[in-house]
């Protein structure tokens, strides 16, 4: 398609910066309306003149930017024809939204999660499309999945271990639509839940009904007093856990806890609900998992490890019952996955480790970049070197502005704030353009006022900015 | 892909029929795998050696069926490669799922959903997915929708004299996700509905904690004394009501009644949620359209006009405030559109009015001809000729097995069954290979023994079997 003149000089909008030559305002102001998708990828650009005359400036500053845009892989020209819009590769894969990446000016921590894996994701895209026919010649609704889908998910379970069957698995929208689903059907009481957790969890249990009942967990693990209580004051209903990389303390649960949930469960009749999403995040170079919890209803999806904008994730029950039930539940057809999505998750999945070794990499090396330059703004007392990634690996930084533990998996440090509170440290970082939640939002009872939580998931320049700005704004 | 000689063995399973020559039996049982998506289209077949050493046949008997396939379009050759499997543009454009359309031997006409449009659906994918670039790199929550699906949905509103802001407009991910987060938010204590009405509508309300106040309604329309009870019922709650090509009567809301309605509704500080799937299945030539319900909540989607599978639906609301209040709720993002669907709905409703009026002309034809024959079926005295598609047109049938009013929209006949309770007839149908959905299922009280819900999207042959297995099924 064409992008006609007065589109382009309305997507670039008030684009000369000050105290920027007119070359470098144009070449910076088109990479960021193509970043925002105020330019479409693949539109063809008006001739050289036309943008010159559009923009009223001269057609020998236009050719510059071009030329620059060009050798960067912003625009594409074949001899003889119209330049068109590109997205260069680099800036096509990185991990963080572009919300978070600094590119914007602003950078958004407050949800700790990806970009699409571009060129890989348009690949099962294309995949799915062609394999389609089927699925469109059908009503829409593949029931608690397709065949194809629930396959690859209990194959998946079964090559770790766990042997599955396809009809143990109901696919949903994401994982967040599974515990919804759950929720809205076990209706429970109270539900038992880690303090502090995931904030959207604890809206959606709270939406069914049920009170909390807290388990404090830090990043060295749950507190098992906290733990038996709340699954009696849960008794009968549900608890919602993330035992692996707990969000937001990057925790990973033993297996003499994992065995405690189990017996408390059991004993006070309590269904366990395990959110997987960030199991696939293992950050270590050889991962060792303790076995899951005896008996738990797992939820898991690829929005954490591949993208949150697929909305396929996924319910795997011990028992069929639960699964036969939960799939007549008149929430499930709203809160299942459209077709097409399911198709492009079947094709992920096929493929999916070289792509999560690849994410792995990228994440070891952001974590290590954060957690180093945090613990030199500790300064030399507290001084805390990249950790070579095992989990007992680095003492908790001691003194300065903060202390934390880098987790082996997950996509976020939790800190401890020792100067200031959260909240304030939150408004100073806001003023410089560094949106993040403070640690209330992750608490079930309004405390955790000294904790923040930063994730990882940016490239490292802006996780310079990041730091440097913490620094600021986390001073007493 | 290749189809290895052991998974066409599977799928083809037992395939010889009997009575049927081999040629004529593989041929049939190939063409069903196709269709249910045992085999995929694309794949290629192992050699016509293998394929009779894997069946146990001559290889004669596999060149026959071969051919003949080849010459349906099922299967595709080029001189020196292996024979491709293919779907025949013929069978992939059906509105009926294939659920519905006889070629599996049984009719599922429990829902009155169309397949995709086969093409223009692919064409549409293929144009989103080519401008997903932007999108792959954002977090995949597109917040409220995508600012260019919220604006074109918007603009659909204003060009039919609804003018229409986008921040009116919220995405989800279907028409019963809208009533869903709807319900969720506003917590009724009462809902009115209409009686009959759409089961998972009844079914939404109902998980929400609504009490049901029904409010009768014939082909002929609504009973004007329950609507003002039921209004009153539902002081201070939500009114569900489908005014256009009402499921399952068809009956259209004239302008008298939704003014009726907006008294109602402001004197109990009802909120009108006013479902609109069907609005764009009107069959009429000309359709002229009474005004919409003043402040009503409006919920739409394509899901009946174009594809269940395509969840993408939305909610617009007279008041913004709405919309920022729905857009918080712990279960927005749950119930929300994947981007993908998001584009590819962006692109559909650019260029809808084509794959629309093919729709409804096909529609139109298929209504005729069930009517047709259904009117036949009950004999000379209650004849009732195919309608030219007007309204008012034919008289109610008289006498014989059922009682009819061919509606001006929608998808399905609405008849009441004179000789039998439909559960019988329904059950009398299932023996006979065709499902139904019978009245009570469409009831708020456990009535409408008699009443029988009919879709007209199967194709005309199967139209054929439909009606000669229910004047059977529907006898004394």
Redesign the interface.
């Known amino acids: 398609m064409r992008i006609s003149e007065e589109h382009l000089v309305r997507a670039l909008g008030d684009w000369q910066r000050p105290g920027v030559p007119l070359v470098g305002s144009l070449d910076g102001a088109l990479r960021e309306a193509?970043?925002?998708?105020r330019l479409?990828?693949?539109g063809a650009l008006p001739a050289e003149r036309r943008i010159a005359a559009g923009l009223g400036i001269s057609r020998g500053t236009v050719v510059a930017a071009l030329a620059r845009l060009r050798d960067a892989g912003w625009v594409h020209t074949r001899h003889g024809s119209a330049s068109t819009v590109r997205?260069p590769p680099q800036?096509?894969e990185?991990i963080a939204?572009?919300?978070?990446s600094g590119h914007a000016g602003s950078i958004d921590l407050r949800?700790a999660?990806?970009?699409?894996p571009?060129a890989g994701?348009?690949d099962a895209?294309?995949r799915a499309?062609?394999?389609?026919?089927?699925?469109?010649?059908?009503?829409?609704?593949p029931g608690a999945g397709l065949?194809d889908l629930r396959a690859a998910v209990a194959d998946r379970y079964t090559r770790q271990g766990l042997a599955t069957r396809p009809e143990q698995i109901l696919v949903t929208?994401?994982a967040?639509?599974a515990l919804?689903l759950l929720a809205?059907h076990l209706r429970p009481r109270v539900a038992a839940v880690e303090n502090p957790t995931y904030p959207?969890a604890i809206?959606?249990l709270?939406?069914a009904g049920a009170r909390l009942a807290g388990i404090r967990v830090e990043t060295a693990g749950w507190d098992p007093e906290q733990l038996v209580a709340a699954f009696a004051a849960a008794r009968g209903g549900l608890a919602y856990l993330v035992p692996d990389f707990q969000n937001p303390t990057g925790a990973l649960m033993d297996a003499r806890t994992r065995q405690a949930v189990a017996v408390a469960a059991a004993e006070h009749r309590v269904t366990v609900v395990a959110d997987e999403t960030m199991r696939d995040l293992h950050l270590a170079p050889e991962p060792s998992w303790p076995r899951r919890i005896r008996r738990a209803v797992l939820i898991g999806s690829a929005?954490k490890s591949v993208?949150?904008?697929?909305?396929v994730g996924w319910i795997r029950s011990p028992e069929t019952a639960l699964i036969d039930a939960l799939r007549l539940?008149?929430?499930y057809?709203?809160?299942s996955?459209?077709?097409?999505?399911q198709l492009?998750a079947v094709e992920l999945l096929a493929d999916l480790e070289p792509l999560l070794q690849r994410r792995r990499t990228e994440l070891r090396v952001q974590r290590d970049h954060l957690a180093g330059l945090l613990a030199a703004a500790n300064g030399p007392r507290g001084a805390h070197g990249p950790r070579a990634g095992s989990r007992a690996a680095g003492p908790e930084s001691d003194g300065g502005l903060w202390r934390f533990t880098a987790p082996d998996g997950g996509l976020v440090l939790w800190l401890r704030l020792t100067g200031t509170r959260a909240d304030v440290a939150v408004a100073r970082a806001r003023a410089a353009g560094i949106e993040l939640a403070p640690g209330p939002r992750y608490a079930v009872d309004g405390t955790l006022a000294h904790y923040l939580r930063v994730p990882f998931t940016p490239p490292p320049a802006a996780l310079d900015r990041i730091a440097a700005t913490l620094a600021t704004a986390c001073r007493p």
Do not use: F, N, T
């Open positions: 193509v970043l925002d998708g479409r990828v693949g997205l800036e096509a990185p939204p572009l919300s978070a949800k999660v990806p970009a699409a571009r994701y348009l895209v294309a499309v062609a394999l389609a026919g089927p699925a469109l010649a059908q009503d829409g609704y065949p929208s994401g967040r639509a919804a809205a959207r809206a959606v709270r939406e929005g993208w949150g904008g697929l909305r539940h008149p929430l057809e709203p809160l996955a459209p077709p097409l999505e492009v």
